[in-house]
T-cell receptor
Framework: QQQVKQSPQSLIVQKGGIPIINCAYE??????FPWYQQFPGKGPALLIA?????SEKKEGRFTISFNKSAKQFSLHIMDSQPGDSATYFC????????????FGEGTQLTVNP | NAGVTQTPKFRILKIGQSMTLQCTQD?????MYWYRQDPGMGLKLIYY???????DKGEVPNGYNVSRSTTEDFPLRLELAAPSQTSVYFC????????????FGPGTRLTVT
């Protein structure tokens, strides 16, 4: 059962564009939603995370928007750069699951110069 | 401070062979995880551990075994390798409190032919 659904699978934008990656979840017990960034040949690394008590969180050029009623959250990358080209994973965690994460399928982002 | 290290980086196995993927962390994290990453499938949890001597199954444990004799090490054993186990394997670790951010190793690319 896929509990976190991510789209699109791949995304190509021009430098300066604003790619948006969307995730939807099913389990209302999830209470922590991180995004991980993965460069080719590397392991994923935490990029930004949000809890459901806020609707938006910004860190630099990266913003998470959260819609609790729709059970959806999204990642926006402002003024995207070629160095942002990577695979992005959304994830979700239940407080009672310890530190275990359920990951989305991943989005391969390419930012062209 | 090396973080999470994994060996080997690459390995080719023949069907039916066995091997152990090594994972070591130097952050004194109690929690450790093994994931496999397949194209378009995201990261699937194989096994995890909340401390030395304690392990539990994740989403896709069949064909794998783990042990956790020390805080630092969390090896993953593949018995009777099958082509379906061709994947990239990531080890991760985290604390059990606070942000519980997961820190990933660089991965092991395994091919079973």
């Amino acid at each position: 059962q896929q509990q976190v659904k991510q789209s699109p699978q791949s995304l190509i934008v021009q430098k300066g564009g604003i790619p948006i990656i969307n995730c939807a979840y099913e389990n209302t017990a999830f209470d922590y939603f991180p995004w991980y960034q993965q460069f080719p040949g590397k392991g994923p690394a935490l990029l930004i995370a949000i809890r459901p008590d806020v609707s938006e969180k910004k860190e630099g050029r990266f913003t998470i928007s959260f819609n609790k009623s729709a059970k959806q959250f999204s990642l926006h990358i402002m003024d995207s750069q070629p160095g942002d080209s990577a695979t992005y994973f959304c994830a979700a965690r239940r407080e009672t699951s310890g530190s275990r994460l359920t990951f989305g399928e991943g989005t391969q982002l390419t930012v062209n110069p | 401070n090396a973080g999470v290290t994994q060996t080997p980086k690459f390995r080719i196995l023949k069907i039916g062979q066995s091997m152990t993927l090594q994972c070591t962390q130097d952050m004194n994290h109690n929690y450790m995880y093994w994931y496999r990453q397949d194209p378009g499938m995201g990261l699937k949890l194989i096994y995890y551990s909340v401390g030395a001597g304690i392990t539990d199954k994740g989403e896709v444990p069949n064909g794998y075994n783990v042990s956790r004799s020390t805080t630092e090490d969390f090896p993953l054993r593949l018995e009777l390798a099958a082509p379906s186990q061709t994947s990239v394997y990531f080890c991760a670790s985290s604390t059990g409190t606070g942000s519980r951010e997961q820190y990933f190793g660089p991965g092991t690319r395994l091919t079973v032919t």
